[in-house]
Structures are given as structure tokens and as C-alpha cells.
């Protein structure tokens, strides 16, 4: 097995500690688990990839993101009583997204249905194996779209075999924030796109103002109306503002709507939302009576939104 040549002992080891070193790091680097991205079609696997930046820092993409519950799979369960139950795991996803990567707005929906105001919807699916010993595997596959309409699927990551889901959604959500981060072509696109629409908002919001008559509101669009001024007084805030926003896809240039929406929104924790829908009120009326105290609501909204560290969605 060993022998001696020229005073030195030859063993399985290398005897200067600088190789010893050197290996063991090859040996933890080959260890690590990498995670896959792809983007318009172009596959990388690693930790980093392409224009990615870091997600350290307390800064992170002025975007908003969206996690659909997904699917989850659960094979040989029995062998890790830990593991808890499917809803634990689809619902606190987006937390395990944000764990290693400062998201400024992510957040679990139960379907797109609930995706108004994301820019990026997350659509996930997490395999989980136990291996006859108990050790878990489990993955993380997501596939991101512009939330826009239509749809369009800008990237796919996953995270493989980690040790919980906790992990690989955090590896995974670095993935996404990189992808998504300043700087980079896919946050070009999406923010390219709502300043497109922003544009077209403000040149259909200068129409109204200089009409000499107001349009009336469409018997649809009243429809929704009276349904979101009803699951108000049930108390059922999401729900009336759901409502509000099936009134106002028909009828943009209803102020009303903006801002009632705006304050429902805002007592759900959605300020950024808030935000956006208090400022085509003011940017519809800007004459109006209550013009300063909506200014004052959206300072107030804004000083919330930095406050809540990435709960709710911007």
C-alpha cells in the first residue's frame, strides 16, 4: 500500500497540506448541487450564470412576483415522518424563494386568477423522494411567465435532490432573482412592457380630462360594480377587489373605481398596488376635491411598502 522512496513516505494521501487543501475543496465544489436555468431556450447549469448578478444587498428587482400553488409529489413518504403535510409546502413556497434572495414583492396565489398586478408568474412543481434509509431528495421545477396577457414563458429553473424543499426553493429563487434582477434582458422586457402600458394610460387618462362629456359607465362594467360594492360590505376585501378590476379592464377611465380599489388594496397590505391604482385616480382627476388627501395616501402607502420586507405584493 505505501512504501518509501527518497526519505518520503507515499501513501493514498499527498503529504503537503496546500494539496490536501486543495482537494478536499474539489471534492466539496463536485458535491455541491448545481441549479439549472434556462432562458429563451439557452440552458446553464451552475450556481451563477450569464448576467447574473448576486443576490445579496438590500436591494432587489422593482418587480413583483407571483407563486401559484403547483403541484407537489410525494413518493415513500412513510420513510420520513417529518415531511409535513402538501398545502405546508405549496402555500410557504415563495417564503422559501426569498430566503436567500431580497425580493422586494413575492407572494403564494391559489391560481392566475389571483396573479392581477404580478409581473412574473411562477408556476412550480416539487418532486420529493425517500430513499429506503429515510434521506429526503427533494427538487424544486418552476417555470416563469410574463403575468401579461398573453402569457409568455420567459425561464425555467430547478434545484435537484436537496435535502428539504426549504432548500431547493431558496437555490431556486437565487435562480429567479438573478434572471429577473436590474440589468438584466428579462427585467428590460417587463419593464419595457409597463412602461408601454403606463404610456397608453396616461394618453387615454388626458382624453377623459379634456372631454367636454364623461362616458357612462357600461352596464357590464356596473355589473361588477355593484358586486364589488356588495362583497365590501360583506367584508370580503380581495373579492370587491377582484370585482373592481373585472369594472375597470372594461372601463379604464373610471376614477371611482380606481380609487375605491385602491384603498381596498391598501387594507389588504397590497401598497404597491395601491400605489399604482391612487395614482391613474389623480392622473384621471387631477382637479378632484380629495386630490391631496389621495397625494397624502399614496406617501402614506409607500412608507408601508418599505416597511414590509417583500409580504406583499408591489
Known amino acids: 500500500m505505501g512504501g518509501k522512496r527518497d526519505g518520503n513516505v507515499v501513501g493514498r494521501f499527498p503529504a503537503a497540506p496546500a494539496v490536501a487543501l486543495a482537494v478536499l475543496s474539489l471534492f466539496f465544489i463536485g458535491c455541491a448541487k448545481p441549479v439549472n436555468v434556462k432562458i429563451h431556450e439557452a440552458e446553464t447549469t451552475g450556481n451563477r450564470f450569464a448576467g447574473a448578478v448576486e443576490a445579496t444587498g438590500p436591494s432587489g428587482p422593482q418587480l413583483s412576483f407571483c407563486v401559484m400553488k403547483g403541484g407537489i409529489s410525494n413518493t415513500f413518504r412513510h420513510r420520513a415522518s417529518w415531511l409535513k403535510d402538501d398545502d405546508y409546502y405549496l402555500m410557504r413556497l415563495a417564503d422559501f424563494f426569498k430566503r436567500d434572495a431580497p425580493f ?142 373585472d369594472a375597470l379592464k372594461i372601463a379604464p377611465w373610471w376614477p371611482e373605481g380606481h380609487f375605491n380599489r385602491a384603498l381596498i388594496l391598501g387594507e389588504l397590505g397590497k401598497y404597491g398596488n395601491a400605489v399604482g391604482e391612487m395614482r391613474k385616480y389623480l392622473l384621471l382627476v387631477p382637479e378632484a376635491p380629495d386630490a391631496r388627501a389621495a397625494q397624502d395616501k399614496i406617501y402614506e402607502w409607500e412608507g408601508l411598502s418599505g416597511r414590509q420586507g417583500g409580504t406583499g405584493r408591489n
Open 104 to 245: 422586494k414583492s413575492i407572494e403564494t396565489i391559489l391560481d392566475d386568477s389571483g396573479a392581477n398586478g404580478c409581473d412574473v408568474l411562477i408556476a412550480p412543481h416539487i418532486p420529493i423522494y425517500v430513499t429506503p434509509l429515510g434521506r429526503v431528495e427533494a427538487s424544486v421545477y418552476i417555470t416563469a411567465f410574463s403575468a401579461g396577457k398573453p402569457a409568455e414563458k420567459m425561464m425555467e429553473a430547478s434545484a435537484r435532490d436537496e435535502s428539504s424543499v426549504e432548500n431547493a426553493g431558496a437555490k431556486v429563487g437565487q435562480a429567479v432573482f438573478n434572471a429577473f434582477a436590474p440589468g438584466t434582458g428579462l427585467y428590460g422586457k417587463i419593464v419595457a412592457r409597463k412602461s408601454a402600458a403606463s404610456k397608453a394610460f396616461e394618453e387615454a387618462a388626458m382624453r377623459y380630462r379634456i372631454a367636454p362629456l364623461k362616458p357612462v359607465l357600461p352596464e357590464e362594467a356596473r355589473r361588477y360594480k355593484v358586486q364589488a360594492e356588495a362583497a365590501f360590505s360583506r367584508r370580503e376585501f380581495k373579492e370587491a377587489a377582484d370585482r373592481y378590476l
